[in-house]
Nanobody
Framework: QVQLVESGGGLVQPGGSLRLSCAAS????????MAWYRQAPGKQRELVAR???????NYANSVKGRFTISRDNAKNTVYLQMNSLKQEDTAVYTC???????????????WGQGTQVTVSS
């Protein structure tokens, strides 16, 4: 009922930039929040950035000042602008949304397929 389609991952040199996009589609009543998580090999998944429909944001300390999360509520799309990328940013980045599907009584978490971001020279 709700799908997340991600794009924008790839290989970039240290100091470079990438912009990730994630569009939610399906039978959506309301989106409570959208977020980006990441998981590197051998590491646990961590929250990178989160934004509510109202615009409140929070970031992992490791990305503050470098990453910016934004959204287009009309398009149910969230973006993650990643600047000054470091090798330690290498991970699979996964989009998440807490969404109430149309016809549902509660909100649910949905996850995208993940997109690989590799920062390497």
């Amino acid at each position: 009922q709700v799908q997340l389609v991600e794009s924008g991952g790839g290989l970039v040199q240290p100091g470079g930039s990438l912009r990730l996009s994630c569009a939610a589609s399906g039978s959506i009543f309301s989106i409570y929040s959208m977020a980006w998580y990441r998981q590197a090999p051998g590491k646990q998944r961590e929250l990178v950035a989160r934004i509510t429909t109202g615009g409140s944001t929070n970031y992992a300390n490791s990305v503050k000042g470098r990453f910016t999360i934004s959204r287009d509520n009309a398009k149910n799309t969230v973006y993650l602008q990643m600047n000054s990328l470091k090798q330690e940013d290498t991970a699979v980045y996964t989009c998440n949304t807490r969404t109430r599907p149309a016809g549902a009584k509660y909100e649910y978490d949905y996850w995208g397929q993940g997109t690989q971001v590799t920062v390497s020279s």
